[in-house]
């Protein structure tokens, strides 16, 4: 086989998917509802697209969290405004917001601690099509590293605490 004959060979193949990637696109086909679950292989590329992607952008991230209890009890505060509608937390076991997401988003109230640069980064910029926003458009990073702080605490806590720790001060 000559050069030209694969060369051809592999336009054509790229022409043939690029049409068929259309004409699926293009149907509506796919069901594209949070209320639908996706396929076995869409949901394994994009999961593997997510965490490939917050890999390649988290891992020169320097992490910043601390153990400071002032700034995990700051992180607390921000995690109980923006986050446990959807992530929940120690002693709040379900949320009606949280219902309706999918793919739905990860307890972190019972997950093992993320990497830090991890975190940081998710809260930060947010994952499309996930209803992750990106609070780093709201919050500077020390309100971000502290809230990193407190998730990576929080597993470990008592719903007590997480409710001490969430309130304002003097409330």
Not at 22 to 41: E, L, N
């Amino acid at each position: 086989m000559s050069g030209k004959t694969i060369g051809l060979t592999v336009v054509g193949t790229l022409a043939v998917l690029a049409i068929g990637g259309a004409a699926f696109i293009g149907s509506g086909i796919y069901d594209i509802g949070a209320d639908d679950h996706h396929t076995k292989i869409a949901l394994t590329i994009i999961e593997q697209l997510r965490e490939r992607s917050i890999a390649a952008r988290s891992s020169s991230i320097e992490a910043h969290f601390v153990e400071d209890p002032v700034r995990i009890a700051a992180g607390a505060q921000h995690y109980s405004v923006l986050c446990v509608g959807c992530h929940l937390a120690p002693g709040v076991t379900k949320s009606d917001v949280r219902r309706g997401l999918y793919p739905h988003p990860p307890n972190l109230a019972q997950e093992e601690p993320q990497q830090a640069q991890r975190a940081f980064w998710v809260i930060k910029h947010g994952i499309k099509m996930s209803a992750m926003p990106a609070w780093g458009m709201t919050l500077d990073d020390a309100a971000i590293w502290d809230t990193v702080a407190f998730i990576r605490k929080m597993p470990d806590m008592t719903p007590e605490t997480y409710q001490h720790l969430s309130q304002e001060p003097g409330k």
